[in-house]
């Protein structure tokens, strides 16, 4: 096992040793009385983040619209790419008190270490909207339409292109991008957004892909140019900004927000959830929060959930085995 692996199998452990201690007594819980406890939601990165964003609207909206009648206690348990957090909700199997929050590296982290765990081992309650990508190029930059840019990069092979993290959803749509358009990328990763976003600025890198919520203010700010979104329908906010299908390329990845139990909780506990966020969808608020940060609308419960999740991990997986990101 390499010291990387093994650095994420130490605080899988961790996390799994800590929250299997205190339970509660969900145990002989009737499916009438619940949700009648305290909940334990995790959010696997630290604050400001997408992930983080979206799981503090839900439980916003659960409290407003008093969903949920119990307290709701949030934590970042952040580490490792997600490793800790959901790491922290498997340990917390059966119990339905306990939920988290999914992205792009739910399906990406354990593929790239002995993180423990896998999308199989929970429960998936469902899947709200996918945040897909814009590709941008600095303002000025030779490239000023896609079909520019391909020629600048064939060109001036390899371009510098960035994105975050080593091995996520970043990753596949900066190599897929380059496959499919026929150029050679140094893909150069980022802890951070605002790294990114000075490298590019900085003339250090050619392009990113960037979240639309949060590059947005660039792009309003004429820092940047967008050439491409990721997404299956173009943006409202960018209607002339073409979309891949247009550009002739074809299953680009996105990150999917969604919505987890621990393994083997009672399905009482699903069926109540799955209920319960059909209703946070259908508010103002929520679609306020769609809009505001440019995601894609994309509603699937249980178990059509569950089937979309071993797509994506499948499809995750033969691209970063093609690409040489993962053995």
Do not use: K
């Not at 199989?120 to 840019?149: C, I, K, Y």
């Amino acid at each position: 096992m390499s010291r990387f692996s093994s650095v994420f199998a130490v605080m899988t452990t961790l996390a799994v040793a800590t929250s299997a201690c205190g339970a509660g007594s969900y145990a002989e819980e009737e499916a009438d009385d619940y949700p009648s406890q305290e909940l334990d939601w995790t959010i696997a990165f630290g604050p400001g983040g997408g992930n983080d964003i979206m799981a503090r609207e839900i439980v916003s909206i659960l409290e407003a619209e008093e969903l949920y009648p119990e307290n709701i206690v949030v934590e970042n348990r952040e580490g490792g790419s997600g490793a800790t957090g959901w790491g922290h909700l498997l340990g917390q199997s059966g119990n339905p008190y306990a939920i988290s929050t999914t992205s792009g590296s739910f399906l990406t982290t354990p593929l790239q270490a002995d993180t423990g765990w896998t999308y199989e081992d929970f429960t998936a309650v469902g899947l709200f909207a996918t945040d897909d990508t814009l590709f941008v190029v600095p303002s000025g930059h030779d490239a000023q339409s896609w079909e520019d840019w391909v020629d600048y990069a064939q060109e001036n092979a390899p371009v510098a292109v960035g994105g975050i993290g080593t091995v996520n959803v970043d990753f596949i749509i900066q190599a897929e991008l380059a496959e499919q358009a026929g150029y050679e990328i140094d893909y150069v990763p980022f802890n951070d957004e605002g790294q990114m976003q000075a490298a590019l600025l900085s003339g250090t890198l050619d392009a990113i892909v960037s979240n639309p919520g949060s590059v947005m203010g660039q792009v309003e700010a004429e820092e940047v140019t967008p050439l491409l979104f990721t997404g299956e329908e173009p943006l409202e906010a960018l209607p002339d900004v073409p979309i891949g299908e247009e550009e002739g390329l074809e299953n680009l990845v996105s990150m999917p927000r969604g919505l987890i139990l621990p393994p083997d909780v009672p399905d009482y506990a699903t069926e109540w959830w799955i209920g319960a966020m059909e209703s946070v969808v259908e508010t103002q608020e929520w679609q306020d929060y769609i809009d505001a940060n440019f995601l894609s609308e994309d509603v699937r419960w249980g178990e059509e959930f569950a089937a979309y999740l071993e797509e994506n991990a499948t499809e995750f997986e033969e691209t970063l085995r093609e690409h040489g990101a993962i053995e």
